[in-house]
């Protein structure tokens, strides 16, 4: 249990579906982040959220669209999806945004684009 | 642009000591990370290293020098468990909240 949940652990959709991801912290964080992890490359910080309100935009494009409704949760919205994005895509949380915090990941999200 | 570099794949054997370079060129520097992730699993903290120097925690250890863009992660008694993903990952010392990170270390633990 690594105190950040995420759901569905896998979704397979096509181009033109929409879903979406969400993301669960019980630990009393106030900041909370999307990262992109595809194979043989680093992980891609995507979003960053601090006490609900986004800080970060990493030049994601528009068919990624985050959602915070609470510093508890965080949703990541799909839309006309490309294959390219077939990757892990994994929620993080931390106690602030300062990146000497350590950051709990989540087990990710295996998402498949056909 | 900002670039990491690690050794892509490390093997050692049960219960030896085995040492992941990270050397990194970012635009500014405030710490560096070390995570640990298994297959299928999620990335878990293991250290930070804000000042040069060695921090030890248990088995692990991990060392910073910033005059050389360079840290490493030192395992020692290595355990079949340790076999795993590797990543270093730099706070960039600037307004935003990016950590940036390494694209791994894969490191078999052979008995």
């Known amino acids: 249990e690594t105190g950040v949940t995420q759901t569905p652990r896998h979704l397979v959709m096509g181009m033109t579906n929409k879903k979406s991801l969400k993301c669960e912290q019980h630990l009393g964080h106030n900041a909370m982040y999307w990262y992109k992890q595809s194979a043989k490359k680093p992980l891609e910080l995507m979003f960053v959220y601090n006490f609900k309100e986004q800080t970060e935009n990493n030049s994601v494009p528009s068919r990624f669209s985050p959602e915070c409704p609470n510093s508890s949760h965080l949703f990541l919205h799909l839309h006309t999806l490309q294959p390219e994005d077939s990757a892990l895509y994994l929620c993080a949380s931390s106690p602030m945004p300062d990146g000497n915090q350590p950051q709990h990941f989540g087990d990710g999200t295996r998402l498949s684009i056909l | 642009g900002q670039s990491l570099e690690q050794p892509s794949e490390v093997t050692a054997v049960e219960g030896a000591i085995v040492q992941i370079n990270c050397t990194y060129q970012?635009?500014?520097?405030?710490?560096l990370s070390w995570y640990q992730q298994h297959d299928g699993g999620a990335p878990t903290f293991l250290s930070y290293n804000g000042l040069d120097g060695l921090e030890e925690t248990g088995r692990f250890s991990s060392f910073l020098s910033r005059s050389d863009s360079y840290g490493y992660l030192l395992l020692q008694e290595l355990q079949m468990k340790d076999s795993a993903s590797y990543f270093c990952?730099?706070?960039?010392?600037?307004?935003?909240?990016?950590?940036?990170f390494g694209s791994g270390t894969r490191l078999l633990v052979r008995p």
């Open positions: 970012t635009s500014g520097f405030y710490g």
């Open positions: 990952a730099v706070r960039l010392a600037d307004s935003s909240y990016k950590l940036i």
